[in-house]
């Protein structure tokens, strides 16, 4: 063991409701934490080899009931020659200087009728210089260019929509420039990047209970895992054929991992690595 931190007793006690969700993410120097909860949101990155603390930053912002709480995973993107985090939480995007945390644009406007609960579950995705963004408990995505400087909620969120295409607990996944989207009940939206209209969509089996596990993609497949175990694989295309389905007998929330030809898969119970006969 080189180092360790506990970042409540360091910085205090979460106040997420369903506890830390983001994941920690790695720039050339730092590893950096965001926690986004009751008004005492921060970025923090730590040297990776001493574990010392290099620089932290508030990132509060004044939010209706619980949605200054975010469990979305920041980006670590290239821009003239700098590195820039990427941090989607508390009803705007932001990005920062990855050297020290400085604000370099904010992006506002995602829960206009002040509605409360609009907590973020799904991180945001990356295709080219558009992020996009998951809102609206699954009612909302937006596309938003991420090469914009100080306030640019009014230029740079490109496109939208409010008409429930979007994903409240899975990420979606991009492949071969596209956006794909798996609703919490099944639903799956090919999604064009740049304009934010629908290429096509389906819907994989529907059960009594959600889809929590983001899709991944793989070899012209979407690999996708229901809440009650159900494990699904189809084509990727319009007709989602399903071409194989298997139930585990114990609750999937975790993401398939493709490691090569293999696919790493996570239940409550076990740890499962499936490939080729």
């Not at 009594?208 to 793989?218: E, K, R």
Request: with cysteine; hydrophobic share 35%; glycine share 10%.
């Amino acid at each position: 063991m080189l180092w360790e931190k506990n970042l409540q007793n360091l910085y205090g006690k979460d106040t997420l409701y369903w506890d830390i969700g983001t994941s920690p993410v790695l720039t050339r120097e730092h590893v950096l934490v965001a926690v986004m909860n009751d008004r005492k949101g921060f970025l923090v990155a730590f040297d990776k080899v001493s574990g010392e603390e290099k620089w932290k930053v508030d990132r509060t912002y004044k939010t209706p009931v619980e949605g200054d709480h975010s469990y979305a995973t920041p980006h670590v993107i290239e821009q003239g020659g700098r590195e820039v985090l990427v941090v989607w939480g508390a009803e705007r995007v932001t990005t920062h200087d990855a050297r020290n945390g400085k604000l370099i644009s904010e992006c506002g406007g995602f829960n206009p009728m002040k509605k409360n609960n609009w907590v973020v579950v799904a991180s945001s995705v990356i295709v080219d210089d558009t992020l996009i963004v998951p809102y609206g408990r699954g009612k909302c995505l937006a596309g938003v260019k991420l090469d914009g400087k100080g306030d640019v909620t009014k230029t740079h969120r490109v496109w939208e929509r409010n008409d429930k295409s979007g994903c409240f607990v899975p990420t979606p996944a991009v492949y071969d420039g596209k956006v794909y989207i798996l609703g919490d009940r099944g639903e799956v939206h090919c999604i064009d990047p740049k304009s934010g209209k629908t290429i096509w969509s389906n819907k994989l089996p529907r059960g009594a209970q959600s889809y929590y596990s983001s899709p991944t993609i793989a070899d012209g497949k979407i690999y996708a895992a229901r809440e009650d175990g159900m494990f699904f694989v189809a084509d990727l295309d319009k007709d989602l054929r399903v071409l194989f389905e298997r139930k585990f007998g114990a609750r999937i929330i975790a993401s398939p991992v493709p490691v090569g030809e293999k696919m790493l898969l996570r239940s409550d119970t076990h740890l499962m690595c499936f490939t080729e006969k």
